[in-house]
C-alpha cells in the first residue's frame, strides 16, 4: 500500500451513526487485507478498552479513548497524529491511517483540524470520509437526528450496513434520501463487511426532511460548474478561497478535478477550508469529472455561480 502520489500519509476517516457498524465493516476490511499496512486509530467516547483482538488484521492499533475525536479529544488526536508524521520522518512506514471515529463525531471539525495544522497539512492527506448507515435504522436517524444528516452529506463514499435485515419499503426511501443530502457520494451496500449490490431506487420519492433554522430552509443541492482546461490555477483558487470564506456556512462540500499542465488536480474543500490540490495518478480515481467543480451546500445557483467563476477566472 502506498501514500498518496505526492508524498503525504493518506488518512481514511470513518464515521457513522452510533450502532451504524463501522467496526464490523472495518474489521472485515482488514481480515480481507484491504487495508495492509494500515496505522488503525480507534476512538472511543467512553474509556472503556476497545476489543484489540478484532482489529488483528492491522499492523498498528492506537486507541484514542475517553473523549470524542471532533471535539474534548480533538488535541490528543492532532497530537497522535504529529506522533505518527514524526514516526514517518525518522523512516518507519507509516502510508496510509483509518481514524474509526465515535459515532457522536461530525467528522468536518476534524478534517478542518487536519488542514488547519502546518506539520500535519504537510504530511497527511485526508484522502476519503467513508460513513456507514444502518440499514434498520438509517431512516429513523436521518430524520431525528442532525448529527447523522451532517455525517452522511460529508461522506465521500456511503456504505449502507446490514442490508440483508433491511425491508425493502424501508431501505429504497432511505437510499433516496441519502442521495438527496450527498448527491455525489458513491455508495455500496454490504452486509458483515462483504459487499452487496444495493436496490435500484430510481424513482423512489426521499424523506421530507426537518429544516434545522433558518439556513436549512433551502434544499441541499449539488452544483456542477464547467472549468475550462485553460484556467488559471491561481485565480480558481483564489475564487474558491473567497466563496468559502464568505459562504462557507453554505458550501458543505467542494470536490473537482482539474486538467493542469501539472497532471490532473484533485480539489476537495469542507466547510471553511481548501485543502491543498493532490495530484491524480492517471487512470486513478475521480474519472468522468475532469475539469468541472461540484459545490454541495444551499442557498446558490448555478447560474450565479458559474457567472462569477467565469468573471474572476477569466473564462470565456
Ligand atoms: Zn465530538
New binding site residues.
Partial sequence: MTGAPDGRIRLTVLGGFLGAGKSTWLRHQLHEGALQGAHVIVNEIADTPVDQVMLRGSSALSLLAGG?????A?GRLVALLRELADRRVSGLRVERIVLET?G???PA?IVAAIRDDPVLAHHILVSDVIVTVDALHGLEQLASEPLGRAQVQLADRLVITKIDAADMAQLCPMLATLRTLNPTAAMSGAVHGSPVALPDFAGVAPLALPTEGAAAVQPVAAVKLAVGGDIDWTALTLWLSALLHARGDAVLRVKGVIRTPAGRLLLQGVRHTVQSPEILLENGDGAGEDDALVLIGRGFSQRTLQRSLRAFAGQA
Fill in positions: 470524542c475525536a471532533c471535539c474534548a480533538l465515535s457522536l463525531a461530525d471539525p
